[in-house]
């Protein structure tokens, strides 16, 4: 699985204050995404195939979502929940595990995400590549959490935005779930270098600059995509069916259309 493209230079630039006010926020996340939902959404993440069995629970998620207002709350109810599609999609893709890898998936590929927490094997670098946040000794920062956070600038970034010090504590991210849903956020919610955020894009909060039109950039889930993978846009091609397939399935269960622009086939990639 090629994972290490997705997001890990994507979030070099992230910075978010906790419990951010994004406005126009109704509701709570738990009034779209119930626990019997969740369930159904991350059907095999509690299987013993998946290394992260146990770890991604439903009260963790909740928790995460309401310390930052706006997400999964913005706008009607079919914003919101397109919104909450797109960040599961975006997420199990970089998690996905379990049978599937075997092709012989139950219920298919793209009922298998968050089955990962962590990358890296046994041994990983320690990923300390910068010297704005010293690394203590024996403290590593490989991928960890939804969008596997990695190195110590992001771990950094992402603890100073939530109130947490994961440069001194970066395993929370892969035993706390609430914690590492928090990073999921945190990256969500955030605009980076030259990017919106993917939580602007779905919510309608983003309109597209005459260098974007021209780029073919667009709101919808393609832009999301070219977002978190921009090596996989601009091909001409359905290189990136993999996140349509989370993003459709995740539309037909919370009973909400697509929307427009699915892929980024013919998106030029952000730098």
């Given at each position: 699985?090629?994972?290490?493209?997705?997001?890990?230079?994507?979030?070099?630039?992230?910075?978010?204050?906790?419990?951010?006010?994004?406005?126009?926020?109704?509701?709570?996340?738990?009034?779209?995404?119930?626990?019997?939902?969740?369930?159904?959404?991350?059907?095999?993440?509690?299987?013993?195939?998946?290394?992260?069995?146990?770890?991604?629970?439903?009260?963790?998620?909740?928790?995460?979502?309401?310390?930052?207002?706006?997400?999964?709350?913005?706008?009607?109810?079919?914003?919101?929940?397109?919104?909450?599609?797109?960040?599961?999609?975006q997420t199990s893709y970089i998690t996905i595990g379990g049978n599937w890898q075997a092709g012989?998936?139950?219920?298919?590929?793209?009922?298998?995400?968050?089955?990962?927490?962590?990358?890296?094997?046994?041994?990983?670098?320690?990923?300390?590549?910068?010297?704005?946040?010293?690394?203590?000794?024996?403290?590593?920062?490989?991928?960890?959490?939804?969008?596997?956070?990695?190195?110590?600038?992001?771990?950094?970034?992402?603890?100073?935005?939530?109130?947490?010090?994961?440069?001194?504590?970066?395993?929370?991210?892969?035993?706390?779930?609430?914690?590492?849903?928090?990073?999921?956020?945190?990256?969500?919610?955030?605009?980076?270098?030259?990017?919106?955020?993917?939580?602007?894009?779905?919510?309608?909060?983003?309109?597209?600059?005459?260098?974007?039109?021209?780029?073919?950039?667009?709101?919808?889930?393609?832009?999301?995509?070219?977002?978190?993978?921009?090596?996989?846009?601009?091909?001409?091609?359905?290189?990136?069916?993999?996140?349509?397939?989370?993003?459709?399935?995740?539309?037909?269960?919370?009973?909400?259309?697509?929307?427009?622009?699915?892929?980024?086939?013919?998106?030029?990639?952000?730098?």
């Amino acid at each position: 699985m090629k994972i290490s493209a997705l997001v890990f230079l994507a979030l070099a630039t992230l910075s978010i204050i906790p419990a951010q006010d994004l406005s126009n926020g109704v509701g709570d996340v738990c009034s779209i995404i119930t626990s019997d939902l969740f369930d159904q959404m991350l059907k095999h993440r509690n299987d013993d195939t998946c290394p992260s069995k146990g770890f991604y629970t439903y009260d963790g998620f909740i928790a995460a979502a309401r310390s930052c207002n706006g997400f999964g709350t913005t706008g009607n109810d079919d914003t919101r929940k397109r919104e909450l599609a797109a960040f599961f999609a975006q997420t199990s893709y970089i998690t996905i595990g379990g049978n599937w890898q075997a092709g012989n998936a139950s219920d298919g590929q793209f009922a298998w995400g968050y089955c990962v927490v962590r990358v890296g094997g046994h041994h990983p670098p320690p990923y300390c590549t910068s010297p704005d946040w010293p690394c203590p000794p024996s403290k590593s920062y490989y991928g960890r959490g939804p969008v596997l956070l990695t190195h110590n600038y992001n771990y950094g970034m992402a603890g100073q935005a939530i109130g947490v010090d994961l440069i001194n504590n970066p395993d929370l991210v892969e035993t706390d779930t609430t914690t590492s849903f928090k990073t999921a956020i945190w990256f969500w919610v955030t605009p980076q270098g030259g990017k919106p955020s993917p939580h602007d894009v779905m919510t309608g909060r983003w309109t597209p600059s005459a260098d974007d039109i021209s780029a073919g950039r667009l709101p919808g889930f393609g832009l999301v995509t070219n977002i978190f993978s921009s090596w996989a846009c601009g091909r001409g091609e359905p290189v990136e069916d993999h996140w349509i397939g989370f993003y459709k399935r995740y539309c037909d269960i919370l009973g909400v259309s697509y929307g427009d622009n699915l892929d980024c086939d013919n998106q030029k990639p952000y730098a």
